[in-house]
């Protein structure tokens, strides 16, 4: 199977990460997936940011979810701090509008942030990130990962058909095989620092996939494909095609 390249936040290189236009030109430069993350609003709205907080990538500051969906609509997430004003049009989207944006176009990975996950187990975080890929109609062009284990395992039980995958920055190989198997997923997202010969072999053994992030150059792609990847996350997920495509 030929490695997937997976874009990290959309094409977040060249636009504001997390945000439509970032996932559009994803689509454009022929990303394989697009990777997005999401938290819950103050009045429970699943929206796409990475960040806990709002002062990095928006205009405003504080935290998500102390603010309605409204007030975050209000600010702009150009990420002004990176682009200036060049993009202060652009707002954060809602899960549904980044999904409706990508729906018969490519697969999506949707990061459920372990700071998003409380103690509710049927209406937090993850009950209203599964409605919404149903909602969708998505469910079986969707993998709902995480580093937060407990998000996974209510995941499997509110919607087993969806796909997970276990993410990772710091586990031995024990850890990592172990973390598959609870959540009941082939797929495992190392983070680039932990792959090792051991973690090929004990998943290779165990059947799983293995993808990684970030990788931005075909040079540091090229060292690590030793390590069988199924796919690889980037900023730069049109860069890295052509660089892949030119080498070929």
Same mark, same amino acid.
């Given at each position: 199977?030929?490695?997937?390249?997976?874009?990290?936040?959309?094409?977040?290189?060249?636009?504001?990460?997390?945000?439509?236009?970032?996932?559009?030109?994803?689509?454009?430069?022929?990303?394989?997936?697009?990777?997005?993350?999401?938290?819950?609003?103050?009045?429970?709205?699943?929206?796409?940011?990475?960040?806990?907080?709002?002062?990095?990538?928006? !205009? =405003?500051?504080?935290?998500?979810?102390?603010?309605?969906?409204?007030?975050?609509?209000?600010? !702009?997430? =150009?990420?002004?701090?990176?682009? =200036?004003?060049?993009?202060?049009?652009?707002?954060?989207?809602? &899960?549904?509008?980044?999904?409706?944006?990508?729906?018969?176009?490519?697969?999506?990975?949707?990061?459920?942030?372990?700071?998003?996950?409380? $103690?509710?187990?049927?209406?937090? /975080?993850?009950?209203?990130?599964?409605?919404?890929?149903?909602?969708?109609?998505?469910? +079986?062009?969707?993998? *709902?990962?995480?580093?937060?284990?407990?998000? &996974?395992?209510?995941?499997?039980? *509110?919607?087993?058909?969806?796909?997970?995958?276990?993410?990772?920055?710091?586990?031995?190989?024990?850890?990592?095989?172990?973390?598959?198997?609870? /959540?009941?997923?082939?797929?495992?997202?190392?983070?680039? !620092?932990?792959?090792?010969?051991?973690?090929?072999?004990?998943?290779?053994?165990? $059947?799983?996939? @293995?993808?990684?992030?970030?990788?931005?150059?075909?040079? +540091? &792609?090229?060292? *690590?494909?030793?390590?069988?990847?199924?796919? @690889?996350?980037?900023?730069?997920?049109?860069?890295? *095609?052509?660089?892949?495509?030119? $080498?070929?």
């Amino acid at each position: 199977m030929a490695l997937l390249v997976i874009a990290h936040r959309g094409d977040s290189a060249h636009w504001p990460e997390n945000t439509l236009p970032a996932f559009r030109s994803a689509l454009e430069v022929g990303a394989d997936l697009v990777e997005l993350d999401v938290q819950l609003t103050k009045d429970a709205q699943v929206v796409v940011i990475h960040d806990p907080v709002l002062d990095r990538t928006t !205009s =405003g500051k504080g935290k998500v979810g102390e603010r309605t969906l409204a007030e975050i609509r209000s600010l !702009s997430a =150009g990420y002004p701090e990176r682009f =200036g004003r060049r993009h202060a049009e652009v707002r954060v989207p809602t &899960l549904a509008e980044a999904l409706a944006a990508m729906k018969g176009r490519t697969r999506v990975m949707i990061e459920i942030k372990r700071e998003a996950v409380t $103690s509710d187990a049927d209406d937090g /975080i993850e009950a209203r990130t599964v409605r919404e890929v149903q909602r969708a109609g998505m469910a +079986e062009d969707v993998a *709902l990962i995480s580093f937060e284990r407990r998000a &996974l395992l209510r995941c499997s039980r *509110l919607a087993p058909e969806i796909k997970r995958g276990h993410l990772f920055h710091r586990a031995d190989p024990d850890e990592v095989i172990a973390g598959a198997r609870e /959540i009941g997923s082939d797929l495992v997202m190392p983070e680039k !620092s932990m792959l090792s010969e051991a973690l090929r072999d004990r998943c290779r053994d165990a $059947s799983l996939k @293995v993808a990684t992030w970030v990788v931005d150059e075909l040079e +540091e &792609l090229r060292a *690590l494909l030793r390590f069988d990847l199924y796919g @690889v996350a980037s900023n730069r997920p049109g860069a890295l *095609l052509d660089a892949i495509w030119e $080498s070929e």
